[in-house]
């Protein structure tokens, strides 16, 4: 048996899960106290946001046996969210002027 169905089998893999949602939270806000903002931080800090989801989904909420739709939807809500905030990194004039709601 290896060391990975040792863990799984003992339910020790959500340990491991958990402290690695820990330190990426840690990191997270690290990065957000100290840190200049910059494109780089944005892609940095959004591809933390889905790994974290991923691992919330998928071993946490055990939504990978619930129906496909939903468990797609909620990929895709981690996916679009984390994409818009790079999007809005990129493009903050034109994203106003997309959703402001008066003349």
């Not at 020790?12 to 949602?21: E, I, N, T």
């Not at 999007?87 to 959703?99: K, M, S």
């Amino acid at each position: 048996m290896n060391k990975l169905s040792s863990l799984t089998t003992n339910g020790r893999h959500l340990d491991v899960y958990w402290l690695l949602l820990i330190a990426m939270t840690l990191i997270s806000a690290a990065i957000a106290e100290k840190a200049e903002p910059s494109l780089l931080i944005t892609i940095v800090i959004a591809a933390m946001i889905v790994i974290k989801a991923r691992l919330v989904i998928d071993h946490f909420m055990e939504l990978k046996s619930a129906s496909p739709y939903i468990y797609h939807l909620m990929n895709a809500y981690f996916y679009l969210f984390p994409l818009m905030a790079v999007l809005v990194w990129l493009f903050p004039e034109t994203l106003a002027e997309w959703t402001r709601l008066g003349p």
